[in-house]
């Protein structure tokens, strides 16, 4: 079984910044997409940033664009999330995801707390 592991994650007041990473997704076969989610306390979970490799694509949700960037490095294996301008709503628990052919791949989740 694949396990996605993320890191990273932890306090940091308004306007600071965190990197995630994510890793364990190395011999994952014909991956069709890889990004980054977050569930809030009582919210639902939703994509924050997303890359899909090959065309290197990337796309954002609106609350992210401008202040997060995904990327992947390809040496270390890792995806990663470089988040700036925290605010205090980008609280929440973030997920690594990776869809490949044979199916979906999560991660057990890393708190990011924003405080103001």
């Known amino acids: 079984q694949m396990q996605l592991v993320e890191s990273g994650g932890g306090l940091v007041q308004a306007g600071g910044s965190l990197r995630l990473s994510c890793k364990g997704f190395?011999?994952?076969?014909?991956?069709?997409?890889m990004g980054w989610y977050r569930q809030g306390l009582g919210k639902q979970l939703d994509m924050i940033a997303q890359?899909?490799?090959?065309?290197?694509?990337?796309a954002y949700a609106g609350s992210a664009q401008g202040r997060f960037t995904i990327s992947r490095d390809n040496a270390l294996n890792t995806l990663d999330l470089q988040m700036n301008s925290l605010k205090p709503e980008d609280t929440a628990v973030y997920f690594c995801?990776?869809?490949?052919?044979?199916?979906?791949?999560w991660g057990q989740g890393t708190q990011v707390t924003v405080a103001s």
């Open positions: 995801h990776i869809g490949g052919v044979r199916g979906d791949y």
């Open positions: 190395r011999d994952i076969l014909g991956i069709q997409n």
């Open positions: 890359i899909i490799p090959g065309g290197d694509i990337e």
